[in-house]
C-alpha cells in the first residue's frame, strides 16, 4: 500500500479524521485537495482550510483550486493512483474520476441511498433518525450514487446534535479507512449498488432554514430542527422583530392549559420556556441579537424578562 500514490480531497475538520488516519495507516499522500482558504471575522484575515492545516504539518502539498472542474490539472498532474474524497465541497469532473488506477473513492456520512448530498448529518438529526453511519463508496459523476463497499452504522441518540452526532461519525470513518480500504485495494470488495427507487436528497441548509417558527410546529419537530443546526449554522427564534439563536436546549413534552404556542413562557431553572403546540422548547445558552452568546439565567436577569408573554413569529 505504501507505494501506491494517494490523492486525498477535502476541507472540513470531519475530513481531517479520514487524512489523518490514511497518514497513521502510512498510505503514500503525494498531495490534499481542499477548498481555497478564505478570510474570515473582522479583520479578514486568512484561514486555512482545516485540511490545509493537516497537510501542512506533515509536509503534504496542498492543492486548492478555485473550480476543480476548469483547474482538474492541478491534480492530475501528482499522478494519482487511488483518490479518497471526505467533505470536499466541490464537483469532481470525469478527468480526475476516470484517472486513477485504483478509482475514486468517498466518505459519506449517512447510510446512502438516503441523504445524498452536503448535509446528510443535519438531515438525519432534524429528521428524528434513530441511526445513521458512513458508507465507504464509489464516486461517479452522479452526486453520492455510486457503489457501496462497506458500511459502518452508528445510532443516533434522542439528544444528539449534528455537533454530538460527528463526534460519533468520525471514528467510525476512521475505522472504514483502517479496516475496508486495505480490503478495497486488494479487490474483495465487489460493492453493492445502490436502489434508485429510495434516495434523498440532503442539500445545504439554507439561511430561511434557520427559522424556527415555534408555534406551528410540535415540540419533537421543533427540537429535532434546533439540535439539527448545533453547532452550526444555529436556529433562531424571531420575538418582537428580533433574533434570538440557540445553542442549547432541551425538550419538555405537554403544554399547560391556556398557553398560546410560540409564547415565550417565562423563565425556570436556568432556561428560557418557549411554548410549541404540544410541548415547551427549554432554552439554556442563546444569543440575542447584536448581543453576546450567555445563559438564559443572564438573559432572563436583563431584556428577557421583558419578552415574558409575547410570542414568537
Known amino acids: 500500500m505504501s507505494d501506491i500514490r494517494v490523492v486525498f480531497m477535502g ?4 475530513a481531517c479524521t479520514v487524512l489523518q488516519t490514511l497518514i497513521d495507516e502510512k498510505y503514500n499522500i503525494v498531495a490534499a485537495v481542499t477548498q481555497p482558504d478564505k478570510p474570515v471575522g473582522r479583520h479578514h484575515e486568512i484561514a486555512k482550510t482545516p485540511v490545509h492545516e493537516l497537510a501542512e504539518k506533515y509536509g503534504i502539498p496542498a492543492v486548492q483550486p ?6 482538474y490539472d492541478q491534480v492530475l498532474a501528482y499522478e494519482p493512483e487511488l483518490i479518497v474524497t471526505c467533505a470536499y465541497g466541490q464537483w469532481v469532473p470525469n478527468e480526475i474520476l476516470n484517472y486513477p488506477k485504483y478509482g475514486c473513492v468517498n466518505i459519506h456520512p449517512s447510510l446512502l441511498p438516503k441523504y445524498r448530498g452536503g448535509a446528510p448529518v443535519h438531515h438525519a438529526v432534524w429528521a428524528g433518525d434513530e ?3 458512513v458508507c465507504l463508496m ?3 459523476e452522479k452526486m453520492d450514487a455510486g457503489k457501496i463497499y462497506a458500511v459502518e452504522k452508528v445510532p443516533i441518540g434522542p439528544d444528539d446534535t449534528t455537533y454530538d452526532l460527528n463526534q460519533k461519525l468520525m471514528p467510525a470513518s476512521a475505522k472504514l479507512i483502517r479496516e475496508k480500504l486495505p480490503e478495497y485495494l486488494a479487490g474483495n470488495l465487489p460493492g453493492t449498488e445502490q436502489d434508485e427507487r429510495f434516495y434523498t436528497i440532503a442539500r445545504n441548509i439554507s439561511k430561511d432554514q ?3 417558527r415555534f408555534g406551528r410546529v410540535n ?3 421543533a427540537y429535532n430542527h ?3 443546526l448545533i453547532d452550526w449554522p444555529i436556529s433562531y427564534g424571531v420575538i418582537e422583530g428580533k433574533r434570538i439563536r440557540i445553542y442549547k436546549a432541551r425538550m419538555q413534552e405537554g403544554l399547560p392549559e391556556g398557553i398560546i404556542p410560540g409564547t415565550l413562557v417565562g423563565f425556570r431553572d436556568g ?4 411554548a410549541c403546540l404540544d410541548g415547551i422548547i427549554k432554552v439554556y445558552e442563546l444569543q440575542p441579537e447584536g448581543k453576546k452568546r450567555m445563559k438564559a439565567a443572564d438573559f432572563a436577569n436583563g431584556a428577557g424578562r421583558n419578552l415574558i408573554g409575547k410570542v414568537f413569529d
Open 11 to 14: 476541507t472540513p475538520v470531519f
Open 66 to 71: 478555485e473550480r476543480l472542474r476548469e483547474q
Open 131 to 133: 441511526e445513521t453511519g
Open 138 to 140: 464509489e464516486m461517479v
Open 210 to 212: 434557520e427559522h424556527v
Open 219 to 221: 415540540v419533537h419537530e
Open 226 to 228: 434546533v439540535r439539527a
Open 271 to 274: 432556561t428560557m420556556e418557549i
